[in-house]
């Protein structure tokens, strides 16, 4: 049974940083894409980041881009989010997803994680 599990969600003030952790079971991730969406209340799943677990290759939206950091650790099929200077419009459910082909659509998605919440204070 595939299981994506995230964990480091929680409170934090504007300008803070928090660290996301998402480690995946059940099946070979290393050629998969693995990394994040989020979803603030009222608004669509977005994209926010992804890396493939067998190389370095990453994506990141515009949004996050220079605030954000996928990082992975292939033999543990883990990926981490480093944020940075959040901001209040950073507050959502985050979400773990792997896919088998890179995409930045929630719809492409393989396997997904229950999420966890991040809330930035101003």
């Known amino acids: 049974q595939v299981q994506l599990v995230e964990s480091g969600g929680g409170l934090v003030q504007a300008g803070g940083s928090l660290r996301l952790s998402c480690a995946a079971s059940?099946?070979?991730?290393?050629?998969?894409?693995m990394g994040w969406f989020r979803q603030a209340p009222g608004k669509e799943r977005e994209f926010v980041s992804t890396t493939r677990l067998s190389a370095g290759i990453t994506y990141y939206a515009d949004s996050v881009k220079g605030r954000f950091t996928i990082s992975r650790d292939s033999a543990k099929n883990t990926v981490y989010l480093q944020m940075s200077s959040l901001k209040p419009e950073d507050t959502a459910v985050y979400y773990c997803?792997?896919?088998?082909?890179?995409?930045?659509?929630?719809?492409?998605?393989?396997?997904w994680g229950k999420g966890t919440l991040v809330t930035v204070s101003s």
């Open positions: 997803a792997a896919n088998s082909d890179f995409s930045r659509s929630a719809k492409d998605m393989d396997y």
């Open positions: 059940g099946r070979t991730f290393s050629t998969y894409y």
